[in-house]
């Protein structure tokens, strides 16, 4: 039977289709009610995966909306995010996740279960909504917010607080300084926080980075210049908590 795994995100919903030793990715934006985009998910599972009609799957769901939805199973997010981090990278013993509400810090044994885990969901600043929003303010878009040439002059960023960094923002601009400076500034503040939870757990191995926030490839390279470890991107990094859940259904993890 092919399995199913559905994240349930604050921000995305993700879904993954493990069949015959393969994987398929799907996504559809969460909005306003959990459980129906979890079904979206799982309908585009079927469809795109081309599942023959009344195929059985085995559905695990997983993600902060994960009880609003009927599925066979539900797991915790950060068992998931372990499992397919684990699958992804498996050399890494620590996984830092950067999603659209919250970041996590988990640690991985050799076999790739949790054995100690941290999560920041009490501040926005550090988080995939922080960097959406100021996209919004610097006119660009989340796929272009690392694009930035290297002699860029950085503009450090102040404030601790997303509200107050969003003042500090259109301060600056007022000020004529220049966008790619101040998205340089924004990242470094990202990846500044993000070291600080990997600081506060104890692990010096390679480090595995997923969630959305990972497709920002240079905010990967200063999370690994302020850790001093080395960071691996896996492709589909959004979706290792879909893929954990997928693995666990199919009993594979
Ligand atoms: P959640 O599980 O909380 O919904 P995800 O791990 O799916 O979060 O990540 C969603 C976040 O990913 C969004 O808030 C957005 O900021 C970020 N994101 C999406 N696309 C990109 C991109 N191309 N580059 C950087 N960040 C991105």
Redesign the pocket.
């Known amino acids: 039977m092919a399995s199913v795994g559905i994240?349930i995100?604050?921000?995305?919903?993700?879904g993954v289709l493990w069949k015959g030793g393969c994987f398929e990715c799907y996504?559809t934006p969460?909005g306003w009610t959990p459980g129906e985009s979890a079904a979206k998910a799982l309908a585009q599972v079927r469809r795109r995966g081309r599942l023959p009609r009344g195929e059985e799957l085995h559905v695990t769901a997983t993600?902060?909306g994960r009880n609003v939805f009927q599925a066979d199973r539900r797991v915790t997010e950060i068992t998931c995010h372990a499992a397919g981090a684990h699958y992804l990278a498996p050399q890494a013993s620590t996984v830092l996740?950067?999603?659209?509400?919250?970041s996590k810090v988990i640690t991985l044994s050799p076999n790739g279960k949790v054995t100690d885990f941290l999560m920041n969901d009490k501040c926005a600043a550090g988080?995939?909504?922080f960097?959406?929003n100021m996209a919004v303010q610097l006119g660009c878009?989340?796929?272009d917010?690392?694009d930035i040439p290297e002699e860029t002059p950085f503009q450090l960023i102040n404030s601790m607080c997303a509200v107050f960094a969003e003042s500090e923002v259109i301060g600056l601009l007022a000020q004529g300084v220049a966008k790619e400076s101040i998205r340089l500034g924004l990242l470094d503040s990202v990846a500044q926080r993000a070291a600080n939870l990997v600081s506060r757990i104890s692990d010096h191995g390679d480090i595995c980075f997923?969630?959305?926030?990972?497709?920002?490839s240079l905010?990967g390279k200063l999370i690994e210049k302020k850790t001093g470890r080395h960071v691996i991107i896996p492709e589909r990094a959004?979706y290792a908590?879909a893929l954990g859940a997928a693995l666990i259904g199919a009993g594979r993890a």
């Open positions: 994240d995100g604050s921000t995305a919903t993700k996504l969460t993600g902060y996740d950067i999603g659209g509400q919250d988080t995939g909504r960097l959406q878009s989340l796929a917010f690392g997923t969630g959305g926030c990972a497709q920002n905010l959004q908590g």
